[in-house]
């Protein structure tokens, strides 16, 4: 039987610095459009749904002809969001891929989705070697993850991990995107589970997955996603799709 995928983009108004985030327009169309459609163009995903706890992103993606629900305001992380968005809705594999993404790839989004149905793997998330990233390894806000042998997470961190000691042999960290794939059992364990002292430390919720003992495979791709924190980011995402011909 086929298995049904579904992607969930979480999507809160309140934001400490950039508020309303969602709704900023990105070349004369809001962000969370740009999101929704960079989504919906990867075929191996068979619904869309926008999670969010504020009336007006409810609005827009009706505007936009996409499909939004209300979830409660009180969720810690997207993922306890999404967890309720799905709540009802039929879907073997469910995608988190963050609202402020709108360069999005949808090939990178079909690798991970073949991935996942392909191994059984219960958890998984993407990230880019530093080099093509055009990211500063030392800025907090640039998550970086390092993996074993297999790709799959060793741990994540908002520090420069991993510190070549002198003499030392370098490696490259690699730059986490806003992305993460969980088969749907797995999904109902994660949010059951307590918010662990790492994710509490470092404010990431996949280190609550680590802490439990899952495993977190990450696809390593040389794409670039390019994510809107601040309000100072909007024109060099515009400046990326002026480039590629799609402003």
Not at 24 to 42: T, Y
Not at 89 to 106: C, T, Y
Not at 211 to 221: P, S
Request: charged share 20%; proline share 6%.
């Amino acid at each position: 039987m086929a298995q049904r995928t579904v992607a969930v983009i979480p999507a809160r108004y309140g934001s400490s610095r950039f508020p309303g985030k969602p709704l900023a327009l990105i070349a004369g169309r809001p962000m969370i459009q740009r999101v929704c459609e960079r989504v919906s163009a990867c075929p191996a995903i068979d619904a869309v749904v926008v999670a969010t706890d504020d009336e007006r992103i409810v609005a827009a993606v009706d505007r936009f002809g996409g499909n939004a629900v209300m979830t409660r305001s009180d969720h810690a992380t997207g993922t306890d969001r999404i967890a309720e968005a799905v709540q009802g809705l039929e879907a073997d594999l469910i995608l988190n891929v963050q609202g402020d993404e709108p360069l999005m790839s949808p090939a990178v989004l079909e690798e991970l989705v073949g991935h996942m149905h392909r191994t059984g793997v219960e958890m998984g998330t993407a990230a880019v070697p530093f080099r093509f990233s055009g990211r500063d390894p030392a800025d907090p806000n640039a998550v970086k993850v390092v993996v074993d042998q297999a790709s799959f997470a060793l741990y994540f961190s908002r520090s420069l991990i991993p510190h070549c000691r002198v003499g030392g042999t370098a490696v490259e960290p690699l730059l986490h995107w806003g992305l993460y794939a969980y088969r749907r059992d797995f999904l109902s364990q994660f949010v059951a589970w307590p918010r662990g002292r790492l994710e509490m430390c470092e404010m990431l919720e996949q280190l609550r997955a680590l802490e439990h003992g899952a495993r977190i495979y990450v696809l390593q791709t040389d794409q670039v996603s390019v994510g809107v924190d601040v309000p100072a980011d909007v024109a060099h995402v515009e400046r990326l799709l002026h480039d590629a011909g799609e402003a």
